[in-house]
């Protein structure tokens, strides 16, 4: 069990904490044909914006309500109003996410009420779909912030049971922020092996993947899960929980609809993959296929080759809980110390890590045990902090120093052999010998060496 502390400082230095407006963006991304609309000012969304282009390297098409001074005394509706019927006009979008910031929470602004009144006035937009959600930025994190999109979109827009029979089961899969797109590939292999339907919520391995796009320009997310989809996830026999953060959105299914729930925190290590495959085998009534048993003995090999690098090594972490939680359990497989690790916010499950000490706080926490960490697990900020004397595995938002952050594997057995071999490979390429090599007070090097004044004459004759 670890122990819980607040950091209560006047001053964040290092922050590891991201607006939770900007996770709720990511979320709207893997919505089809969606445009993410911060209620706020211009720079608000700069902000947001700049932040996941740098991550993903991919254009992100979030628009804002642009609060002047004007509207942030007297109220910004009608900015949100004019905003929802000039996108509705000129992009018409099957979906339209209105998120808020920290100026407009502060007014006490009624996105519900601003919205019906829009849905009240303009019913030729009624085919746009419009969900509000509260994401200040003085409240909670990226990850909150993810979270409540994908739990604003699962309430808002489900619909009751059609009763309509299907070919093969449908399976809800709620994704936590912690996955990147190869993740979630990865995980539709494992369910269209057990000839699963699913519905994902958010779906970012068809609008961020890094593909190029049919248009030069797109005003709206350009792949992920479509409305009726998402609609249709009452009719579900199961919903999957990739990250404790979504376990109210499934408990809520789950009340509503008598949809049962399977979780499996991020899917990372051995035994978190064995209880799944049981259940998704159980689920279909299908036999584990033979390429999952080949990718589970691949990571017996992977786990056994590493752990005579990792075992018993100290490693720190600076990640949103979800991915913390998942990290951890793989590290500790391994047999890896965990003295302290740093989140952003306090939820259900952090205490049941096997770490020394949970801060919730900022990277200052983590950076004041460098001298005991071989290694750090972390985003770009905690490279800037530690490297280049401890090594850091990049992971989390953001990573704007590297390519192909979408692409890195972290769920099912081969995300955490390949999560196992990046690790090894750091501590190996920043290995340093225990004993240090001897030198002779007595060694001296060729050019010490003086001539033998007969030697020199006859070399010269």
């Known amino acids: 069990m670890a122990t819980i502390s ?3 400082t006047p001053l964040v230095t290092q922050p590891l904490k991201t607006s939770p407006a900007t996770g709720a963006t990511l979320a709207s991304l893997g919505i089809n044909r969606c445009i993410p609309l911060l209620h706020g000012s211009q ?10 282009i740098q991550h993903l390297r991919e254009p992100i098409p979030l628009q804002n309500t642009a609060i002047d001074q ?4 007297m109220g910004g509706d009608d900015n949100l109003f004019e905003a929802l019927k000039t996108l509705c006009h000129k992009e018409a979008p099957q979906i339209i996410t209105v998120m808020t910031s920290g100026l407009t929470e502060m007014q006490g602004t009624d996105t519900f009420r601003v919205i019906a009144d829009f849905r009240q006035r303009h ?3 009624a085919a746009t779909r419009i969900v509000n959600m509260a994401t200040p930025d003085f409240n909670g994190s990226m990850q909150t912030g993810f979270a409540a999109c994908v739990d604003s979109l699962v309430r808002q827009l489900v619909q009751p049971p059609s009763g309509r029979q299907r070919v093969r089961k449908q399976l809800n899969v709620l994704c936590s922020v912690g996955m990147t797109s190869a993740d979630i590939d990865t995980l539709k292999r494992y369910l269209d092996a057990f000839e699963l339907d699913a519905v994902l919520v958010p779906d970012l391995s068809l609008s961020l993947d890094g593909h190029l796009g049919d248009d030069d320009f ?20 199961a919903t999957l929980v990739l990250g404790r953060s979504l376990l109210g959105t499934a408990n809520w299914l789950q009340q509503r609809f008598n949809i049962p729930l399977i979780a499996c925190d991020m899917g990372m290590g051995i035994e978190a993959m064995d209880s799944l495959v049981m259940q998704l085998a159980k689920l279909s009534g299908r036999p584990v296929p033979s390429w999952i048993n080949r990718a589970r003995r691949r990571l017996q090999d992977a786990m056994l080759d590493c752990h005579f690098v990792l075992s018993n090594e100290t490693v720190g972490m600076a990640l949103e809980p979800d991915l913390l939680m998942g990290y951890s359990t793989l590290l500790s497989e391994m047999g890896i110390k965990q003295p302290t690790v740093v989140t952003t916010v306090d939820m259900a499950g952090l205490a049941e890590l096997d770490a020394g000490e949970v801060i919730i706080g900022d990277i200052h926490r983590l950076s004041q045990t460098t001298a005991n960490l071989r290694l750090v697990i972390s985003n770009s900020h905690a490279a800037a902090v530690f490297e280049p004397d401890t090594p850091v595995l990049r992971a989390g938002y953001p990573c704007h120093d590297q390519f192909g952050n979408m692409d890195v594997q972290q769920f099912g057995y081969e995300g955490s052999r390949e999560r196992l071999f990046a690790l090894a490979n750091l501590v190996l390429r920043h290995h340093h010998d225990e004993v240090a090599p001897h030198i002779s007070r007595y060694r001296f090097g060729a050019d010490q060496v003086t001539p033998h004044p007969a030697t020199a004459t006859r070399v010269s004759a």
């Open 43 to 52: 720079g608000c969304g700069a902000f947001a914006k700049v932040y996941l």
């Open 218 to 237: 797109s005003p709206t997310s350009t792949g992920g899960t479509s409305v009726l989809e998402i609609e249709q996830m009452s009719d579900s026999a």
């Open 6 to 8: 607040k950091q209560n």
């Open 70 to 73: 004007v509207a942030a005394v």
């Open 123 to 125: 019913p030729e937009f």
